[in-house]
């Protein structure tokens, strides 16, 4: 299967919001949209664009706001995430942080403490 455009499936943005989270290594953040935005940028489905960083995180996401039926990844320092178009208004979480799997230069050489930095950007 061709890869496809990005540009062609999802709108771009021109992000003014960047929400920082730290989630300690018992984080959780339960399953939840993220509607905080205009109601333009929501109607186009403008896209969230999310940064991990530090501890690697397991990512919960779906159609409803049941755990049982949500889909999980593992996001890892470095990953990014990106839902808008169709999937914008999907539920999302984080249920588990895994301890101690950040990459080690950014402890021992950054002197990144434990735990997962997460920096989400949005167009209002």
């Known amino acids: 299967m061709p890869l496809k455009n990005p540009r062609h499936i999802l709108p771009t943005i021109s992000p003014n919001i960047c929400i920082v989270n730290f989630y300690t290594t018992s984080g959780r953040l339960g399953l939840h949209q993220d509607r905080d935005e205009s109601r333009d940028s929501?109607?186009?489905?403008?896209?969230?664009?999310?940064?991990?960083?530090?501890d690697s995180a397991e990512f919960l996401y779906g159609d409803t706001r049941d755990v049982d039926e949500a889909k999980t990844v593992v996001?890892?320092?470095?990953?990014?995430?990106?839902?808008g178009g169709n999937s914008r208004m999907i539920y999302h979480g984080i249920s588990s942080i895994y301890?101690?799997?950040?990459?080690?230069?950014?402890?021992?050489?950054?002197?990144?403490?434990?735990?997962?930095?997460n920096l989400t950007f949005r167009q209002f």
């Open 42 to 54: 929501l109607g186009r489905g403008l896209p969230v664009v999310s940064l991990s960083v530090g």
């Open 99 to 117: 301890a101690n799997s950040a990459p080690k230069a950014l402890q021992d050489e950054a002197g990144f403490r434990p735990g997962r930095l």
């Open 75 to 83: 996001l890892e320092s470095g990953d990014v995430l990106i839902f």
